[in-house]
């Protein structure tokens, strides 16, 4: 919350819905580097701002911090083609703790309970109906 205060104003707008912007400019990146490099690393790590990089120099916590995940753009929709974005890992962990932390994924989670519910019924449907006919319809 701290290194990225912008996406807890306004009712946390900009963490429910995100702005890629945020994500992948060059400032945007930058800082999320930094914040990759509080957590990826079990000592402190070097900042060069000359270099514009960061120097990584001590062991590794989070595995394979850098491979990418997709993140829904808009925490209140489920996963679709046009509402994820490719992010690092890292990124994916800060946003969606954050998200569930202070509930903004509820409402995926409720979509997708009515959609297994659906899925159940259809299913129980489906087996009365296969077994009416074996049964000879009875």
Not at 13 to 29: C, N, V, Y
Not at 62 to 78: P, Q, S, Y
Request: charged content about 40%; some cysteine; overall charge positive.
């Amino acid at each position: 919350m701290k290194t990225f205060p912008e996406l807890f104003e306004n009712d946390n707008a900009r963490l429910i819905k995100l702005d890629e912007d945020l994500l992948k400019s060059e400032d945007g990146k930058k800082r999320w580097r930094a914040f990759h490099a509080l957590f990826v690393f079990s000592a402190s790590v070097l900042l060069d701002p000359s270099l514009d990089t960061v120097c990584f120099r001590y062991e590794k916590k989070v595995k394979e911090h850098n491979f990418g995940c997709l993140i829904r753009t808009d925490a209140e929709e489920e996963y679709g083609e046009k509402s994820t974005i490719f992010v690092t890992r890292m990124q994916f962990y800060a946003i969606e703790i954050s998200r569930n932390r202070l509930g903004l994924n509820d409402k995926a989670h409720e979509i997708a309970k009515e959609e297994a519910a659906k899925e159940a019924a259809k299913k129980e449907k489906e087996a009365k109906t296969a077994s009416k006919r074996n049964n000879g319809g009875k």
